[in-house]
């Protein structure tokens, strides 16, 4: 599976690092256990879910709504931490679009995710 981050991806990244600092391991810990269960190993959850409307013949948008940070403590799976990512199949890619904390920032920023779509 080959991943790649957008620079604003990068940049949103290190900002919630900051503020929370198990991020890093925590990140490492979701794509293990949600995405490559999902993409890879085809295990169906209830989270990643797919974005309606984001979606084409050669790649698929997801929401990560739960998202476990050891940093928030006591609040799990329910931490308010968003991940948005693009799966391309056909070449066995993941693109991380953007992460952002539910308290800051309300919703994802489809602008962006249309950007990067549009460049597909």
């Known amino acids: ?67 476990a940070c050891k940093s928030l403590f006591g609040r799990g799976k329910q931490s308010g931490l968003r991940l948005i990512y693009v799966y391309q199949p056909n070449i066995n890619k993941i693109t991380f679009v953007e992460i952002y904390f539910k308290a800051d920032k309300e919703n994802e920023d489809k602008h962006r995710l249309r950007k990067f779509i549009s460049s597909l």
Do not use: W
């Open 1 to 67: 599976m080959i991943y790649e981050n957008l620079p604003s991806f990068d940049k949103d990244f290190k900002k919630l690092s900051k503020k929370f600092k198990t991020l890093d391991y925590d990140f490492k810990i979701l794509i293990k256990y949600h995405i490559e269960a999902l993409h890879k190993h085809k295990i169906k959850a209830d989270d990643p879910i797919e974005i309606q409307d984001y979606c084409g013949k050669t790649f698929k948008s997801y929401k990560v709504r739960k998202f």
